[in-house]
């Protein structure tokens, strides 16, 4: 009898936390999962020790030149790996023929070239690069449609919520007898904090997470709440669910990860310890079920689950997704990349904390309602809404660091 072929996976991002993830469950399944093509950004560290643990084919460092310090390692250690620098190789290994799955965790826009293209390619695609899905939702969708390219979510609440719907749920919540998605929200490492400790809160502080282990990007938009509202764009557009049917709870615990509720009163909820691994998992085998390494849910010991609503007020990115995911068209586009922009400049103590929301906001209300139905036209949105961010960023700067230290009122 033969083996089946091993799944040739590209993971792009391999660098980051969910890439880190990624590797780690297809290295527990060596001969079920086999690494294709490794991507990332400058880490050529990392990028090099995976190389040597994982064999890919290919490696790709959209960095110029820290791609040629990564081929001169590869070369001086023998390894049969070719070694691609730039962006445009991120979508030439994401649509190769020999990729049957592509898992996306490439933080940021930065991801949506080679995650369409892949959707394009008809490839398996592991999404978690959320912010392609917030940005070119329906182009997205449809071109996985037409392809026959399954997507399946990593990011832990959406992978709940398909593992919560019925088998042949097909975007009709109607359809399926559900009344509501409810997203969980750990609520981030500010879930008590004043709102002096808000103004003041550094980088580091932002990311020191209670629950999860994640990049900084993500870290940032969990403590802002941005996260979440990322999160109900993604889940609107994922499932179909209206903005009206998609409900935020706060779950500090993060054990219950998102719940799906029926008409009929049924509340559908995917548990298990916080670890990226279990949804990491499920999307590699699916449908099958493999081990991911992940410590056994001990519900005793966790002792209590406890939900509350989110403080939109103290919150106002939560209030900002789902207005940006009311207003539609170009809306989101432009929600995310100030957001992105905006996170940027906070990492790099240029803004304060309260500043990202205030960008979003001036940005979202300044700039005029655009078509986002081709990728151009998503990508001029993008632009533009970078643009006006970086100018409020650089502008506003002054006035959101009087108020991180305290010398100005509301
Ligand atoms: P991270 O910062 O740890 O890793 C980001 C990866 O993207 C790195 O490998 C980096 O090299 C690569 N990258 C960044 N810019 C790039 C560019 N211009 N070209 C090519 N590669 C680039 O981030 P993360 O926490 O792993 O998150 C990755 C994505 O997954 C994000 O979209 C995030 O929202 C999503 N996500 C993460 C988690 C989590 O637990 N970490 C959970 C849900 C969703
Ligand atoms: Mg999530």
């Not at 993830?21 to 999962?33: E, G, K």
């Not at 093509?37 to 110029?64: G, H, I, K, W």
């Not at 808000?198 to 990049?215: I, N, R, V, Y």
């Amino acid at each position: 009898m033969t083996l089946p072929r091993a799944v040739s996976v590209a993971v792009l991002g391999s660098t980051g936390s969910i890439g880190v993830n990624t590797l780690s469950v297809i290295a527990q399944h060596p001969q079920r999962f086999e690494v294709f093509a490794l991507a990332a950004n400058s880490d050529v560290e990392t990028m090099f020790a995976q190389c040597e643990a994982f064999r890919p084919r290919y490696a790709v460092l959209a960095n110029e030149s820290a791609a040629a310090r990564l081929a001169a390692r590869v070369g001086d250690a023998g390894l049969d790996c070719e070694v691609m620098g730039g962006a445009a190789a991120l979508l030439d290994v994401a649509t190769r023929p020999e990729v049957d799955a592509v898992m996306a965790a490439i933080v940021g826009a930065a991801g949506l070239a080679s995650t369409l293209g892949a959707a394009k390619a008809g490839k398996k695609i592991m999404l978690a690069n959320k912010e392609s899905m917030v940005m070119a939702g329906p182009l997205l969708i449809d071109t996985a449609r037409a392809s026959g390219s399954a997507l399946l979510p990593i990011d832990s609440e959406h992978n709940a919520i398909f593992q919560a719907l019925p088998a042949n749920f097909a975007r009709d919540m109607d359809a399926a007898g559900i009344r509501r998605l409810i997203l969980t929200a750990s609520g981030g490492p500010f879930l008590h904090a004043s709102a002096e400790v808000l103004a003041g809160a550094t980088p580091d502080q932002a990311c020191a997470h209670p629950k999860w282990s994640m990049g900084r990007k993500i870290s940032v938009d969990s403590a802002t709440l941005m996260n979440k509202g990322l999160e109900v764009i993604e889940a609107h557009y994922l499932f179909g669910a209206k903005p009206e049917q998609i409900d935020v709870v706060i779950h500090p615990q993060s054990i219950v990860h998102s719940m799906v509720e029926y008409v009929d009163g049924s509340v559908i909820a995917q548990m298990g310890n916080p670890d990226m691994r279990t949804p990491i998992a499920h999307a590699l085998a699916y449908p099958q079920r493999v081990e991911a390494g992940v410590k056994r849910l001990d519900l005793a010991g966790a002792g209590r689950l406890d939900f509350t609503t989110p403080d939109c007020e103290r919150f106002p990115c939560l209030r900002l997704a789902y207005q940006a995911l009311r207003a539609g068209g170009s809306a989101p586009v432009y929600l995310n990349a100030a957001n992105e922009v905006a996170v940027d400049r906070f990492l790099n103590h240029e803004i304060a904390f309260n500043a990202i929301a205030e960008i979003v906001e001036k940005v979202m209300d300044d700039l005029p309602s655009q078509r986002v139905e081709s990728i151009e036209q998503i990508l001029a949105a993008d632009g533009s809404a970078r643009a006006a961010a970086a100018k409020l960023a650089s502008r506003g700067s002054g006035l959101a660091e009087r108020r991180a230290a305290g010398g100005l009122g509301h």
